[in-house]
């Protein structure tokens, strides 16, 4: 069996992974450069508390993953497990704290509600009005996407499985029972593709004649010049969508969650610089003055229904491995490559069902 994968970000590479442990002969193509995508342009967030229950067994499996794939494939993903916190800055979204926190229990999980008074106990100079409520989960923390890119990218190689970047695929034929796929002026056979091209997803399924229509989301992000390390957990506002953290080098890091575009868009723009600094000086009133050093944006997709869009089309052997969803694709993607891995081998797999492509 040979499998051709478009797109070398998380998804991609984690499905090749998988399925090269299994050695299954996997071909990966990458437009650019590994990073280029989503996958090398986040803020590393990864933790239980997900927004979507159906999500929650992804991203405990991913959390199990990083904690093993680092000595499989000889690479440390720096990964600071310093818990997670979701605050709520208005009313209404004060119960989704309430329910999230109830949620989680259900999974035995351990996560509780506190006040903000208790975050600026965790977070000394958290500005406690800038919340009405807060829930904090010890499991998961910050990863750094940079290693858990190159270090899955490493371990593909060790399997077998051919990375080609500056390979963007431009035309897929269907030939026979096997696809052709034409990248820089050459054609290479494969039984199964896999479309893991993140927010160039629609485009890709084009090129077989699905129309997808994934929503594409930009979002936006930057950091400071380093400080001497005290923001530890993740924190993320699910009111304004704005987050923050501090990298192990102290730099600042912090968005906003992004907003659904028409086309692809990473352009930087004052007005986010403008509205993070605002908020994120609210909440923590120490960072004012502190020099923002690089600021950029990145795009991913998000199934039309909010989950991923992961599993066999109408088109045999042409796969969907995107959509993975607004400021979740890092906490789920290792889980949801290792089960799509499972279905291409065995043909089916009921763990991911409800995010078969055909249920639109
Ligand atoms: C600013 C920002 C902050 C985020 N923060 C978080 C967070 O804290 N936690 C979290 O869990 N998630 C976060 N996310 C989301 C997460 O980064 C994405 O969900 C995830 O990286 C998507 O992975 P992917 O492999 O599906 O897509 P990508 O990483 O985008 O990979 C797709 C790849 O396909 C390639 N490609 C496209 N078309 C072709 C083609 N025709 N031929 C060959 N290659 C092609 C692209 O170049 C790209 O490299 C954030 C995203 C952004 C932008």
Redesign the pocket.
């Known amino acids: 069996m040979k499998v051709g994968v478009?797109?070398?970000?998380?998804?991609?590479?984690s499905t090749a992974y998988f399925l090269s442990k299994s050695g299954i002969d996997v071909t990966v193509?990458?437009?650019?450069y590994?990073?280029?995508?989503?996958?090398?342009?986040?803020?590393?967030?990864?933790s239980p508390m997900v927004d979507r229950e159906e999500l929650i067994p992804f991203a405990l499996e991913s959390l199990r993953l990083y904690d093993t794939l680092p000595s499989e494939v000889n690479f440390n993903f720096l990964f600071r497990k310093n818990g997670y916190i979701k605050l709520a800055s208005d009313e209404g979204d004060a119960e989704k704290i309430r329910e999230g926190v109830s949620v989680l229990r259900r999974f035995g999980i351990s996560s509780k509600v506190i006040s903000p008074e208790e975050v600026k106990e965790i977070i000394p100079d958290f500005n406690p009005d800038s919340a009405v409520l807060a829930s904090y989960c010890r499991e998961g923390g910050v990863i750094f996407?940079w290693p858990v890119?190159w270090g899955l990218a490493r371990g593909c190689r060790e399997n077998g499985v051919e990375i080609r970047t500056e390979?963007?695929?431009?035309k897929i034929e269907r030939n026979g029972s096997r696809f052709t796929v034409h990248?820089n002026g050459e054609k290479y056979e494969f039984d199964f593709v896999v479309n893991?091209?993140?927010?160039?997803?629609n485009?890709?399924s084009r090129m077989v004649g699905i129309e997808q229509n994934n929503m594409i989301?930009?979002?936006?992000?930057c950091v400071t010049e380093s400080i001497k390390p005290y923001i530890n957990p993740?924190i993320y506002d699910i009111t304004s969508g704005l987050?923050v953290t501090q990298t192990a080098r102290g730099e600042i890091i912090g968005?906003i969650t992004?907003k659904s575009v028409d086309r692809i868009d990473t352009s930087s723009t004052v007005e986010f610089a403008v509205r993070y600094a605002k908020g994120v000086t609210r909440m923590i009133p120490k960072l004012k003055g502190l020099a923002m050093l690089r600021q950029?944006?990145?795009?991913?997709?998000e199934g039309r229904d909010g989950l991923p869009v992961v599993g066999f089309t109408e088109i045999d052997g042409f796969v969907q491995?995107?959509g993975?969803?607004?400021?979740?694709?890092?906490?789920?993607?290792p889980a949801l490559g290792k089960e799509l891995a499972k279905l291409i081998e065995r043909g089916e797999n009921s763990a991911i069902k409800k995010f078969d492509p055909q249920r639109f």
């Open positions: 478009v797109g070398a970000g998380v998804m991609g590479l193509f990458e437009q650019k590994l990073l280029y995508g989503a996958s090398g342009r986040n803020s590393g967030g990864v996407p890119v390979a963007r695929v431009e990248v893991s091209a993140g927010a160039w997803s485009e890709v989301i930009k979002e936006e992000v993740y987050y968005g992004g950029w944006a990145g795009v991913y997709d491995a995107n993975l969803g607004k400021h979740r694709g890092m906490m789920i993607a």
